[in-house]
């Protein structure tokens, strides 16, 4: 099946700089890959996604970068700020396997004031 | 954007009883749930996957009889943890996608279960 890493596991930033977590997925027919957003005790968000016809995807602040030969994608967050802290969680879906999602083990993003 | 809800929110029961939680596509038709189990700072992991009207899907490792799954109509999904133990409590969440053109699944807010 399907395996996504993640990195880095936790994150430190001073509030205007940019944050970048990778993840790496092991099946090449993967095809949908979303991130989402977690704040503590709260459901998973999501922000942003990107499908394996496109190699970036941007949403204001937001852009995820997809290298398919690589098999590897990428969260790139500008400007950060401090509502921006919570963990970070990569998946790629297994078509496959019923479509469900594969989830990386979320990176921990702190944003300084 | 889709609403998935989840209830309870918090559940808290005696060793041996049976718990059931519901999750709800508010405004979609769901034709897949699938129920996560979340420890403290650790990663989603699914429990199983559910397609209205027929079996649960379970992942390796998951005790059919004890997450015990139903998936009766489009919008209600429930995940009954049967002689639950104190190693069963964690944050249920489920996530709902709506039919083969959807890509993205939507979670609900997630049940925080603890069994004394």
């Known amino acids: 099946g399907e395996n996504v890493e993640q990195h880095p596991s936790t994150l430190s930033v001073q509030e205007g700089d940019s944050a970048v977590i990778k993840c790496t997925y092991s099946?090449?027919?993967?095809?949908?890959f979303p991130w989402y957003k977690q704040e503590l005790g709260k459901r998973p968000q999501l922000i942003i996604d990107?499908?394996?016809?496109?190699g970036e995807k941007k949403d204001q602040r937001i852009a995820v970068t997809l290298n398919k030969t690589a098999k590897h994608f990428s969260l790139h967050i500008t400007e950060t700020q401090p509502e921006d802290s919570a963990v970070y969680f990569c998946?790629?879906?297994?078509?496959?396997?019923?479509?469900?999602?594969?989830f990386g083990g979320g990176t921990r993003v702190l944003v300084k004031p | 954007g889709a609403v998935v809800s989840q209830h309870p929110s918090r559940v808290i029961c005696k060793s041996g009883t049976s718990v059931k939680i519901e999750c709800r596509s508010l405004?979609?038709?769901?034709?897949?749930m699938f129920w996560y189990r979340q420890f403290p700072k650790q990663s989603l992991m699914l429990m199983a996957t559910?397609?209205?009207?027929?079996?649960?899907?379970?992942e390796q490792g998951v005790e059919k009889d004890k997450f015990l799954i139903n998936h009766a109509s489009l919008t209600l999904s429930t995940l009954t943890v049967t002689s639950a133990h104190p190693e069963d409590s964690s944050f249920y969440i489920c996530?709902?996608?709506?039919?083969?053109?959807?890509?993205?699944?939507?979670f609900g807010p997630g049940t925080r279960l603890t069994v004394l």
């Open positions: 996530s709902a996608r709506g039919d083969y053109r959807t890509d993205t699944q939507y």
């Open positions: 099946d090449s027919a993967s095809n949908y």
């Open positions: 990107i499908r394996s016809n496109v």
């Open positions: 998946a790629a879906r297994e078509k496959a396997a019923g479509n469900k999602l594969t």
């Open positions: 405004d979609f038709q769901a034709t897949t």
């Open positions: 559910s397609n209205e009207g027929s079996k649960a899907t379970y």
